[in-house]
């Protein structure tokens, strides 16, 4: 997916379904829904634009997890998450990290290595709560492989999902790619990390039959409870969840301050809201969380991130590019346009753009670009318009003056750089 491209084609989607919806057909009305769309601001607004750079690494791999083995270094968030959350004395966490920072491991690995630890103690020791079942399915997934490729989890640490609807052939033991999800087995023999939603918990509540997933929970059984994408239960449905997570605690007897609770969000709110969404949580929780709770992200700075690259390439999209360009992403060729794009910005560019070499290439070539350090200094991941980028670098770039619309031009530099990947 290109943003910037698909920003354009959603503007263009809502202003052709006006025109069909509006027609003005009489003569002193005609033109005038087009006269309205060319018109800025009238019907939309120009869309923000942010190029967020990498999270910071952290300097050594982990030391805390037996079972655990992580195939690279955990981004620094991560580690500070573990810190917190590893052993029988983990500490009630927020996770307010952004998207593809790896929030699921944040608690994954502590709740596992917690699970592997009290390996053939019977009862569920961890609860993951998700807003949708296609999310929890997702992660049910990721979850299975990340067991099987432990020889310590492997057979050690079982999952199961508990989301209601009946499958046609329910699994009834872990395997490569999936949870147990056949309810008798999970009924006869609680899984040690149960994955559920709100709505399906309550019933694991309520109805007699489902009793029996809880017999050999006591009250210092249940060590985790993990909510993923917080923000989505507020109002009624937060007010749910609070009295839902309430009643589990009373029901298993446990007793207030035992409970590692867990919250994960990429739009959890600003710093300055930070007592906000910790009353937020120990509301959704009924448990404490302390002033140091919540983990944000990490992110190196330009200046660490272009640290060595040096400036090699100045080539610019001319104003019969530009056009170019505008005609590619208006017929919805998104690889000619890469490919377009490409020749434009990186003239001696050697490699395919649509093969997984020539992306990560486009990544490297990107860095050494004068245009593309202007642009990331300039924002320094900020949400910017494209306009507001223009005008601020018309400066120091004049041939920016010169295009019909410089915010083609720029948009294209931002296709590649959504286009592009690390090794």
Same mark, same amino acid.
């Given at each position: 997916?290109?943003?910037?491209?698909?920003?354009?084609? @959603? /503007?263009?989607?809502?202003?052709?379904?006006?025109?069909?919806?509006?027609?003005?057909?009489?003569?002193?009305?005609?033109?005038?829904?087009?006269?309205?769309?060319?018109?800025?601001?009238?019907?939309?607004?120009?869309?923000?634009?942010?190029? !967020?750079?990498?999270?910071?690494?952290?300097?050594?791999?982990?030391?805390?997890?037996?079972?655990?083995?992580?195939?690279?270094?955990?981004?620094?968030? #991560?580690?500070?998450?573990?810190?917190? @959350?590893?052993?029988?004395?983990?500490?009630?966490?927020?996770?307010?990290?952004?998207?593809?920072?790896?929030?699921?491991?944040?608690?994954?690995?502590?709740? $596992?290595?917690?699970?592997? /630890?009290?390996?053939?103690?019977?009862?569920?020791?961890?609860?993951?709560?998700?807003?949708?079942?296609?999310?929890? %399915?997702? #992660?049910?997934?990721?979850?299975?492989?990340?067991?099987?490729?432990?020889?310590?989890?492997?057979?050690?640490?079982?999952?199961?999902?508990?989301?209601?609807?009946?499958?046609?052939?329910?699994?009834?033991?872990?395997? +490569?790619?999936?949870?147990?999800?056949?309810?008798?087995?999970? $009924?006869?023999?609680?899984?040690?990390?149960?994955?559920?939603?709100?709505?399906?918990?309550?019933?694991?509540?309520?109805?007699?039959?489902?009793?029996?997933?809880?017999?050999?929970?006591?009250?210092?059984?249940?060590?985790?409870?993990?909510?993923?994408? $917080?923000? %989505?239960?507020?109002?009624? #449905?937060?007010?749910?969840?609070?009295?839902?997570?309430?009643?589990?605690?009373? !029901?298993?007897?446990?007793?207030?301050?035992?409970?590692?609770?867990?919250?994960?969000?990429?739009?959890?709110?600003?710093?300055?809201?930070?007592?906000?969404?910790?009353?937020?949580?120990?509301?959704?929780?009924?448990?404490?969380?302390?002033?140091?709770?919540?983990?944000?992200?990490?992110?190196?700075?330009?200046?660490?991130?272009?640290?060595?690259?040096?400036?090699?390439?100045?080539?610019?999209? %001319?104003?019969?590019?530009?056009?170019?360009?505008?005609?590619?992403?208006?017929?919805? +060729?998104?690889?000619?346009?890469?490919?377009?794009?490409?020749?434009?910005?990186?003239?001696?560019?050697?490699?395919?753009?649509?093969?997984? +070499?020539?992306?990560?290439?486009?990544?490297?070539?990107?860095?050494?670009?004068?245009?593309?350090?202007?642009?990331?200094?300039?924002?320094?991941?900020?949400?910017?318009?494209?306009?507001?980028?223009?005008?601020?670098?018309?400066?120091?770039?004049?041939?920016?003056?010169?295009?019909?619309?410089?915010?083609?031009?720029?948009?294209?530099?931002?296709?590649?750089?959504?286009?592009?990947?690390?090794?």
């Amino acid at each position: 997916m290109l943003p910037s491209i698909l920003a354009k084609q @959603l /503007q263009k989607g809502i202003g052709d379904y006006i025109e069909t919806t509006f027609p003005m057909t009489n003569e002193p009305f005609k033109g005038s829904v087009q006269k309205m769309l060319a018109n800025k601001g009238s019907v939309y607004h120009e869309p923000y634009i942010a190029v !967020r750079l990498p999270f910071r690494v952290a300097a050594e791999m982990p030391t805390c997890f037996e079972a655990i083995h992580p195939a690279y270094l955990p981004y620094v968030h #991560q580690q500070k998450a573990f810190e917190r @959350l590893i052993g029988d004395d983990g500490r009630s966490t927020l996770v307010a990290t952004g998207t593809g920072s790896g929030k699921t491991e944040c608690f994954l690995y502590p709740i $596992l290595e917690y699970c592997y /630890q009290h390996r053939g103690e019977r009862g569920i020791k961890a609860l993951i709560i998700y807003p949708m079942n296609a999310l929890a %399915t997702d #992660q049910a997934k990721r979850i299975a492989e990340m067991i099987y490729g432990s020889d310590e989890l492997r057979g050690n640490v079982t999952v199961g999902m508990y989301v209601g609807g009946q499958e046609h052939t329910p699994a009834r033991t872990m395997s +490569e790619h999936g949870v147990i999800t056949d309810h008798e087995t999970m $009924l006869n023999n609680a899984p040690d990390i149960l994955m559920t939603n709100y709505k399906m918990l309550d019933y694991l509540l309520v109805r007699p039959k489902d009793a029996l997933l809880w017999q050999d929970n006591d009250s210092e059984t249940l060590k985790y409870i993990a909510v993923d994408e $917080l923000h %989505t239960f507020d109002g009624a #449905q937060g007010t749910d969840l609070a009295c839902l997570l309430r009643r589990l605690k009373r !029901r298993l007897g446990i007793y207030d301050g035992y409970l590692c609770c867990i919250g994960t969000s990429a739009t959890m709110g600003s710093k300055e809201n930070n007592n906000n969404i910790l009353n937020y949580a120990e509301e959704i929780f009924g448990e404490p969380f302390d002033k140091d709770a919540i983990i944000t992200e990490n992110r190196l700075s330009a200046q660490e991130f272009f640290a060595g690259a040096d400036v090699t390439e100045f080539a610019m999209p %001319t104003a019969e590019q530009a056009v170019e360009l505008e005609k590619l992403s208006a017929e919805d +060729e998104p690889s000619a346009y890469l490919q377009s794009a490409v020749k434009d910005w990186l003239p001696d560019f050697s490699f395919d753009v649509l093969e997984d +070499e020539g992306r990560i290439q486009l990544g490297y070539e990107l860095m050494h670009h004068s245009f593309m350090q202007s642009v990331i200094n300039l924002t320094g991941g900020t949400y910017y318009k494209v306009s507001k980028i223009a005008e601020d670098l018309a400066i120091h770039y004049p041939d920016l003056k010169t295009l019909p619309d410089a915010t083609v031009v720029i948009n294209s530099l931002f296709a590649l750089i959504s286009h592009s990947r690390t090794g």
